[in-house]
């Protein structure tokens, strides 16, 4: 699949430099650029692009907010955030926008591609250092509440297992033999029952639990953070080779 990109950033040269990269991979079809947020936003209604590469810094409409608006407006479009800090509140405060991934501007053409194509095909877009914060995160504010009174369902562990592999609902919907329509309501009910903005945050509560798929059904338990076991789970299921999603609060009425 020839991933097409959008290319965000009000700075003229770093827009050149981006396109020059992304044109030089056979996988990438740069379908347009946008030099601030409220372009962006028209932009991507207009070409409807697999990936968008967005400055973080930008005056007027940051890259936050437009990716906040943006997942309104074309849910299905992967948004990656490129800036120069890469503290903890930055990267929490874009994926709780909707960002599929943040990469730091020190990263080299060849992480950022392999990103690039990671976010694309269903994937997320975290450095392993970006992710021990997210983790940090998660574990310092105690965002996964112990919600064993009110958990989720059979049917919709076994959904979350499927998210867990990467599985669309197009996927989900042939594998557990049911309609599109009843593994969206699903998703819904998981993303309200445990507060999840996105199926990366619900991703990331089942590995924390063990609804992963690896350990069967078994009782919700709160979060304990431990780094070797989340790290070799997580790279048995394929979601993290240098990359990860997180679990914030920041529900979104999007399935």
Do not use: W
């Not at 947020?37 to 209604?45: C, F």
């Not at 207009?46 to 967005?54: I, S, Y």
């Not at 936050?64 to 074309?74: C, I, N, P, Q, W």
């Not at 059979?154 to 919907?173: D, M, Q, S, Y």
């Amino acid at each position: 699949m020839t991933v097409s990109i959008l290319v965000v950033s009000e700075g003229s040269l770093m827009r050149e430099a981006f396109v020059k990269l992304l044109s030089a991979d056979p996988e990438i079809t740069v379908v347009g650029e946008a030099s601030s947020g409220a372009e962006a936003l028209e932009r991507a209604q207009a070409l409807a692009p697999h990936v968008v590469l967005m400055d973080l810094s930008m005056a007027g409409m940051d890259g936050v907010t437009a990716t906040r608006l943006m997942k309104e407006k074309v849910p299905d479009v992967k948004v990656i955030l490129i800036g120069a800090s890469s503290d903890e509140d930055t990267i929490v405060g874009a994926v709780r926008a909707g960002a599929r991934g943040y990469v730091s501007k020190s990263s080299d053409g060849t992480a950022l591609l392999t990103q690039i194509k990671r976010a694309a095909s269903g994937g997320v877009a975290l450095s392993e250092a970006m992710t021990t914060k997210l983790i940090n995160a998660i574990a310092n504010e105690q965002i996964l509440a112990d919600i064993s009174n009110n958990g989720p369902s059979a049917r919709e562990r076994e959904v979350l297992a499927l998210i867990c592999e990467g599985a669309t609902n197009k996927g989900i919907a042939a594998t557990l033999v049911v309609s599109e329509n009843t593994v969206r309501a699903h998703v819904r009910s998981l993303m309200q029952k445990l507060d999840a903005g996105n199926r990366t945050q619900l991703a990331i509560y089942a590995l924390h639990n063990g609804m992963d798929g690896n350990q069967g059904a078994q009782a919700v338990k709160p979060v304990t953070v431990q780094r070797p076991t989340l790290y070799s789970t997580l790279g048995r299921r394929g979601i993290l080779s240098s990359t990860l999603g997180t679990a914030l609060p920041a529900r979104r009425a999007m399935a």
